[in-house]
Nanobody, 124 residues
């Protein structure tokens, strides 16, 4: 498994932006697809976005499409989730996840490594 550490969460007003980072260590990061999931209070964990091992392929949830942008820097073993036009419905704990394979997936069962999560709170 790869060890993951998220950062960049916080409190932001509606309409604002945040950039989440996820630093990886351990297993070879550059071979793996990576993803972000989130879990809001009282709700199940849901897929947000995923990126292929090379960064050439991305997959977004419907709510993320057009507002969020996922990228990676394999030299730094880090992925970045840029979130724009945030709204209160985006409030959740955001989890970085390392895939079993090299291509993006929205299926949490395809991810074997998980970070501790970072809180994002969007005020109205």
């Amino acid at each position: 498994q790869v060890q993951l550490a998220e950062s960049g969460g916080g409190l932001v007003q509606a309409g604002g932006s945040l950039r989440l980072s996820c630093a990886a260590s351990g297993r070879v990061f550059s071979n793996l697809a990576m993803g972000w999931f989130r879990q809001a209070p009282g709700k199940e964990r849901e897929f947000v976005a995923a990126i292929s091992w090379s960064g050439g392929g991305t997959l977004y949830s419907a709510s993320a499409q057009g507002r969020l942008s996922l990228s990676r820097d394999n030299a730094k073993n880090t992925i970045y989730l840029r979130m724009n036009s945030l709204n209160p419905e985006d409030t959740a704990v955001y989890y970085c996840a390392g895939s079993l394979g090299s291509q993006p997936s929205n299926d949490s069962d395809q991810f074997e490594s998980w970070g501790q999560g970072t809180q994002v709170t969007v005020s109205s």
